[in-house]
């Protein structure tokens, strides 16, 4: 059998478009609610992801005030606004399109993720920023064995995996944690969260005798349903640690997120 391919998919949504959004929108501060719609758009102002912009008739205890200031955003020219819910103000929190951006956004407003304390789709809520309709993200069950060496000491062997692929970002090979030498390890305070995995529940790094590596590796102990193979399981960025797949050395692939 060939070498594990380092190839993946792209993204391939070019910056500026547009496409509607077939869920329930919302967001709150403080508990209230900012707004809620059914009539949201994706909008790609990167090509990594898109954003929520939302129809400013149906913003419901928030109020926009104008800070007179324009930006050329990716979509096009865009108004900043300061949102106000109750006695909560979010300065710069929004930006309301302008005439040159794409048709379907005018009346529509964009909000600083940030700006918000809860997003939600239908009744799931949703971390970082909005899941692409354009992107996958499978985990399976592999038979694929790994070995894990950094500084020349091997940190893992694994006689199987599962393989998480994402679009746009290299294969990644979460670990049964009994396959990990993690005496070796050392455990980090370092939380992130993934729109399509959750929240992390652990990192860790690892010192050898001749230098320091942070966070090389994570797990996701209570992943979205949507990715619960790698419950409990650990993986190892492949750009920070030599990784060997069904003994083959894989190349490391430029730095990426995890």
Known sequence: MAAES??????????????????????????????????????????????????????????????????????????????????EVRAGAAWVWGEGAPGLLH????FEWEALDDWFEEDEPVFVHPRSPYSRVDALRSSSSVRVELDGVVLAEAPHCVKLFETGL????????????????R?????????????????????SDTASHEDIAWAYDFPTIHTNRIAGLTAFYNERVD??????????PAQTGQ
């Open 187 to 207: 455990h980090s305070d370092t939380v992130t969260r993934c729109p399509y995995k959750g929240t992390t529940s652990a990192y860790w790094s690892f010192d």
């Open 6 to 87: 380092v190839l993946h998919p792209s993204l391939i949504v070019p910056i500026g478009h547009v496409e509607p959004v077939p869920r329930r929108i919302r967001g709150l501060i403080d508990g209230r609610v900012v707004f809620d719609t059914r009539r949201a758009l994706y909008v790609w102002e990167w090509q990594a992801y898109p954003q929520f912009s939302i129809p400013v008739e149906d913003l419901a205890e928030g109020v926009l005030v104008d800070d007179k200031h324009m930006e050329q955003l990716g979509a096009g020219p865009a108004h900043r606004h300061t949102l106000r819910v109750g006695p």
């Open 170 to 185: 290299p294969t990644r090979y979460y670990l049964d944690r009994t396959t990990i030498d993690r005496t070796r390890l």
């Open 243 to 252: 990784l060997y797949v069904d003994g083959l050395p894989l190349p490391k």
């Open 107 to 110: 009346d529509t407003v964009r």
